[in-house]
C-alpha cells in the first residue's frame, strides 16, 4: 500500500501576544472578577483576565513550568474551551442562571475558544513530545509484557499522596482539599471518554463503550460514577456542585482534565487516549482502594467512601477491558504500527500523574501550614529592600483571585487588613506589619477587608 | 521484562549471557541495544565515536555501526526524560542491573 506522508502545510501559530482572540476570550464577563473569593461554577469561571499577558508571552511550557501562573491560567481557559462541549444546564431557576447558560454556550464565544484551543494545547502539552518518546521495534506480546510490567510497578507501594494526608496537622482538612482538587474531573468522569465512542472501528470500540456505560451506572443514576462522587463530597460537608472550587484547583490537576481532552478531541492521538485510558483503569482500583482508607481514617466513619470502595473492584475489571478488549482488538485491526503510540500515551499520563501528585504534595504541606509562613523580622525588611518589590492599594471588598507566582515571594500589609487565602478552607487573618512568604507555585487570593488596604509583594527572586 | 536505564543510574543490564546497555546517540537520543558488534561480537559500550558523527566504532575491527542501525535493532523501550525503560528478553530472576561507566557515550 502506497504509504502518504503528505501533510498539510499548516502549523497552527502558539499563542503570541499577537492573538487578539485569547484576549477577548478571558474578557468575557462571565471570566471576570466575581462576587466572592470562592466563587466558581459550570458557567462562571473566575481567570484573571488582567493577566492574560503570561500567557501570551509565554514560550511553550516545560516539565518545570507546569505550575506557573501562565500555565495555571492556560488550563483555566483549556478547561472552558473543552467543556463547551458537553452539556451543564443552568444551576438554578432564574433567569440570571439562564443568562449565564446562554452565554457560556454562545456561539462566538465558542468560537473564539476554537480559535485559541490549538495555540494553548501545543503551549501546555508539547513538551510531551519530547520527553516521552517510544523507540525500538514493538511486537503484540512485547507490548502487552511491557504494559502489565508498568502497571504492577505503579502499583506497588504506597500512594505518597495519601501518606501526605495521613501525615498531616490537620488530617481532616487536609483530606477535604484532596477531594476538591477531585472534583474538578470526577463530576464529569468519562466525558472526555464520549468523544471516542462515535464513528466505526469494530469490536474495540464496542470494549470501549462497556467501559463507558459503566461509567454511566448503566442509566441508573444513583450508580453513575460522579454520582457516587458527589455522595461523597455531600458527607463531609463538601458542596457537589460542578466546579464550585472552580479557583482552587491546581494547575496540574486541571492539566490531568485537559490531556484526555487534548487526546480525546484530536483522534489523531486516538491510540495515545487508549494507552492512557488504560493507564488510569490500570492503575485506580490500587490508589482508591488506598484513598477510601485514607479517607476514612482522615474524616471519620461518616464519610462515603463508596466510589472509592466500587472502583478498588470495578476498575480491575476495567483494566483487563482496557487491555483486552479495547487495545487488543485495536491493535489486531491496525497492526503494530499503532503500538508506539499506545505505549506512548501510557507513559505520558504517568509523567503527567507524577507532576500532578508533586504538586498536590506541596499544596497540602502549604495549606496545612498556612500560619507557619507568616515571618516577621529582618527577613521582611531585607526583602523589602530587593529590587523587584511592586506596592498595591486596594479598596474594601475587593478580591485577588487565586493565582500563583513563578518566584517565592514576600507579603507584607502595610496598612489597613486583608484575608489571605490558600485554599477554600484555609485562610489568614492579616493587619498592618503581617507578612507571609508565599512560595512559588502555591495557590493565594486575597480580599481586602479594611476601607483601603496597602501592601507590598517583593520577589524573592535568587530562589527562582 | 522491564528493566530501566539511565546516565546516572542503571547503564548495563545483564540476562545469563546477554548484556544490554544505554548508548546515547546524538541522532536518536538514548537507546538500549545489545553490547555485541554484529561484525565480530564486540563490545559496543567500549566503542567510540568521532565528534560530531553519527556512527559509533567498534574497538575491536573498528567496524563503523550507524544509529540508526543502532535504533533498527534497539530494544523496544520508552524515553521518559534521560530514563529509559526497555523490555529486555528472558526471566526477571536472570536480570542484573549495573552501574558502567560507557566510554562510548564519551564519559
Redesign the interface.
Known amino acids: 500500500m502506497t504509504v502518504i506522508r503528505d501533510k498539510v502545510e499548516y502549523l497552527p501559530a502558539p499563542v503570541s501576544i499577537r492573538d487578539p482572540a485569547l484576549r477577548r476570550y478571558v474578557d468575557h464577563a462571565l471570566f471576570g472578577q466575581p462576587d466572592h473569593i470562592g466563587a466558581g461554577g459550570p458557567f462562571r469561571r473566575p481567570m484573571r483576565p488582567q493577566d492574560i499577558n503570561q500567557v501570551l508571552a509565554s514560550p511553550l511550557l516545560t516539565?518545570r513550568q507546569l505550575t506557573t501562573n501562565a500555565a495555571l491560567m492556560a488550563h483555566r481557559i483549556l478547561t472552558t474551551i473543552y467543556e463547551q462541549d458537553l452539556v451543564f444546564l443552568p444551576q438554578h431557576r432564574d433567569a440570571g442562571s439562564f443568562a449565564d447558560f446562554s452565554a457560556f454556550y454562545s456561539h462566538e464565544l465558542r468560537d473564539i475558544g476554537l480559535m485559541c484551543r490549538t495555540g494553548l494545547e501545543r503551549m501546555t502539552f508539547q513538551w510531551l513530545d519530547d520527553?516521552?518518546?517510544?523507540?525500538?521495534?514493538?511486537?503484540v506480546e512485547?507490548?502487552r509484557?511491557?504494559l502489565k510490567?508498568?502497571l504492577a510497578?505503579e502499583n506497588a507501594g504506597q500512594s505518597k499522596v495519601c501518606a501526605e494526608l495521613l501525615g498531616a496537622r490537620d488530617p481532616a482538612a487536609a483530606a477535604r482539599r484532596f477531594l476538591v482538587q477531585l472534583s474538578g474531573d470526577f463530576l464529569t468522569e468519562a466525558s472526555a471518554m464520549a468523544r471516542n465512542t462515535l464513528g466505526a472501528y469494530g469490536p474495540g470500540l464496542s470494549g470501549l463503550f462497556t467501559i463507558l456505560i459503566d461509567e454511566y451506572g448503566y442509566g441508573v443514576h444513583a450508580s453513575k460514577h460522579s454520582t457516587r462522587f458527589e455522595d461523597t463530597l455531600r458527607s463531609v460537608g463538601l458542596s457537589d456542585q460542578v466546579h464550585h472550587y472552580w479557583p482552587w484547583y491546581l494547575p496540574t490537576s486541571l492539566a490531568l482534565v485537559n490531556y484526555f481532552h487534548y487526546v480525546s478531541a484530536h483522534h489523531d492521538r486516538f491510540f495515545r487516549y487508549i494507552g492512557a485510558l488504560l493507564y488510569t483503569e490500570g492503575t485506580l482500583h490500587e490508589v482508591n482502594r488506598q484513598q477510601s482508607i485514607m479517607l476514612k481514617a482522615a474524616l471519620g466513619p461518616d464519610v462515603d467512601t463508596l466510589y472509592f470502595d466500587e472502583h478498588a473492584q470495578i476498575d480491575i475489571l476495567h483494566s483487563d477491558m482496557a487491555l483486552e478488549r479495547v487495545i487488543m482488538p485495536v491493535v489486531e485491526r491496525c497492526g503494530p504500527s499503532v503500538i508506539p503510540e499506545i505505549?506512548?500515551g501510557f507513559?505520558e499520563f504517568?509523567?503527567l500523574q507524577a507532576l500532578a501528585d508533586e504538586d498536590l504534595i506541596g499544596h497540602i504541606r502549604w495549606t496545612d501550614g498556612l500560619k507557619e509562613m507568616r515571618v516577621h523580622g529582618p527577613i521582611v525588611e531585607k526583602a523589602m529592600q530587593g529590587p523587584r518589590v511592586l506596592t498595591f492599594t486596594e479598596s474594601a471588598g475587593e478580591i485577588s483571585v487565586p493565582h500563583v507566582h513563578d518566584v517565592d515571594e514576600m507579603f507584607l500589609v502595610e496598612s489597613g487588613s486583608l484575608t489571605f487565602h490558600a485554599c477554600h478552607d484555609a485562610h489568614i487573618e492579616m493587619n498592618a506589619g503581617d507578612a507571609i512568604l508565599i512560595p512559588r507555585g502555591r495557590l493565594h487570593g486575597t480580599v481586602i477587608t479594611s476601607g483601603s488596604c496597602t501592601y507590598r509583594v517583593a520577589s524573592m527572586e535568587e530562589n527562582a | 521484562?522491564?528493566a530501566t536505564f539511565s546516565p546516572d543510574g542503571h547503564t548495563v543490564a545483564t540476562v545469563g549471557d546477554d548484556r544490554f546497555v544505554l548508548l546515547a546517540t546524538p541522532t536518536?537520543?538514548p537507546?538500549?541495544v545489545r553490547d555485541r558488534c554484529r561484525h565480530r561480537g564486540g563490545p559496543l559500550r567500549l566503542g567510540h565515536r568521532e565528534c560530531g558523527k553519527n556512527k559509533l566504532s567498534c574497538p575491536w575491527h573498528g567496524f563503523k555501526v550507524s544509529d540508526n542501525a543502532l535504533?533498527?535493532s534497539?530494544?523496544?523501550?520508552?524515553?521518559?526524560?534521560q530514563t529509559v525503560?526497555?523490555?529486555l528478553p528472558g526471566a526477571p530472576e536472570a536480570l542484573r542491573l549495573l552501574r558502567m561507566e560507557i566510554p562510548a557515550n564519551g564519559g
Do not use: D, N, Q, S
Open positions: 516539565a520527553e516521552v518518546r517510544p523507540v525500538g521495534k514493538w511486537t512485547g507490548m509484557e511491557f510490567g508498568r510497578e505505549v506512548r507513559e504517568a509523567v | 521484562m522491564i536518536h537520543g537507546l538500549v535504533l533498527r534497539a530494544a523496544p523501550a520508552v524515553r521518559i526524560g525503560r526497555a523490555l
